[in-house]
C-alpha cells in the first residue's frame, strides 16, 4: 500500500456513522432491556404481593376455598393462591408457599399468615445480578373467630 493510498483510506469518513452506531447500540439495547426486566421484576412481585393478601384474608375469613366445616385447610389454601397467581400469569407450586394460621405479626398474636417465594426468570442475565433471582412476600391478616 502506497503513502497516498493509506492517507486517502485513513481520511475517508464514509462508513462513520455505522461504525458509531455499532458502538452505542449494544450498551443502549442492555439498558433498555434491563429497564424492561426491572420493571417486569417490580410487577411481579407487587402481584405476588396481592396474592399473598388475598391468600391471607382467605385464611383468616375460614372462606369456603380455605377451610372445610369453618376450619383451616392447607391444601384448599394452597389451590386457592396457587389459582390467584394463576389468573394473572404467574404460575407457583406448593413448595414456594408457606402457610401458617396462627402466627404472631408485628406484634399482635391470632394472625394467618402467607410468605411466598418465587424464583424469576429473566431474559436478560445480567439484571439478576443487580436485584437478585428470588421474590420473597409475605403478608398477615387478623383470624376472625
Known amino acids: 500500500m502506497s503513502r497516498g493510498t493509506r492517507r486517502a483510506f485513513a481520511s475517508d469518513t464514509r462508513g462513520a456513522t455505522a461504525v458509531e452506531f455499532a458502538l452505542v447500540i449494544l450498551p443502549f439495547l442492555l439498558m433498555l432491556f434491563g429497564c424492561i426486566e426491572v420493571a417486569r421484576l417490580m410487577w411481579t412481585r407487587n402481584a405476588l404481593q ?8 382467605c385464611m383468616a375469613l375460614s372462606s369456603s376455598s380455605c377451610a372445610v366445616s369453618g376450619s383451616f385447610n392447607q391444601a384448599g389454601t394452597l389451590t386457592y393462591i396457587e ?4 389468573a394473572i400469569g ?3 407450586a406448593d413448595t414456594d408457599i408457606t402457610l401458617n394460621n396462627s402466627v404472631t405479626c408485628g406484634g399482635v398474636s391470632g394472625m394467618s399468615q402467607v410468605w411466598i417465594s418465587y424464583n424469576f426468570q429473566t431474559a436478560v442475565p445480567l439484571v439478576t445480578s443487580f436485584v437478585g433471582q428470588t421474590v420473597h412476600v409475605t403478608a398477615c391478616y387478623p383470624n376472625q373467630s
Do not use: D, I, N, P
Request: proline share 0%; hydrophobic share 55%; glycine share 14%.
Open 50 to 57: 396481592q396474592v399473598s393478601v388475598k391468600g391471607a384474608r
Open 83 to 86: 389459582g390467584a397467581a394463576a
Open 90 to 92: 404467574l404460575s407457583l
